[in-house]
């Protein structure tokens, strides 16, 4: 029997309602439009395609876009100092810094220079490190959409032994700490892993985000466990692809997530929900949720 898919359309627009919802619930009080700035350096042909996604979906949530599209030759110094307007704008609530940078650019101290309140990709040393010790924080976009694809199984993480293939700072790290915050035993294997189809084969719940093609099969996989995978690769016929073998993984999994169509399409409605919560709290208004996932 195949698996059942988790369809990151369905749950992508379920969490964006939620974020036009909290959005109406803001301007009610007589807060502030959420607004999200974004910062684009070159002409990365994926970033402008991210980069129209995003400012689609904040249409669509009720947030105010503000893309500043800056030129390749734009030195470090002047990506700060445009930064750090943005930071200081009271009327800017979530700030996003699209990567990759150019090579003469150093990501790591754009990154650092987000004010953490305003760091809705949850990239900044403060949110990862709060995150870590269960603090107040924003949580990476992807690896909250991935927690939230999990529970829409229905399966309790408590007890139960889950894989994150994958030790990315972006993703596979804070998806294993996620775990974690659920009670689930995590691994987290890697290119430097013995035995990998083994320790895969005992996973209740398997998160690939290792940037393989396919690099997940079938007989690496438990019969029954939710596989979340968050891969993206495009092959030489221009088609997506994720590091599972979808074709083999679906044989045997419970619950499975497509390539498109499955975490991708969360990311973004992550990054809607932060951007909402971002500008609640600078406004002292309680959501009375997280959405860590």
Known sequence: MSAAIIDGKILAAQVKQEAAAAVRALQQRGKATPCLAVLLVGEDPASQVYVRGKESDCAACGIESRVCRLPETTTQA???DRLAALAADPAVHGILVQLPLPRHIDPAAVIAAIPPEKDVDGFTPVNAGNLLTGGSCFVPC???GCLRMIRSTGLDL???????VGRSNIVGKPAALLLLQQNATVTVCHSRTQGLAEICRRADVLVAAVGKAG??????????AVVIDVGINRGADGKLRGDVDFASAKEVAGFITPVPGGVGLMTRAMLMWNTVLAAARQSGVDLGVSHKG
Not at 158 to 163: N, S
């Open 158 to 164: 408590a007890g139960k032994q889950a894989v994150v």
């Open 142 to 144: 992807t690896p909250a």
């Open 215 to 224: 690099f997940i099969t079938g007989d690496m996989i438990k019969p029954g």
């Open 78 to 80: 002047e990506l700060l």
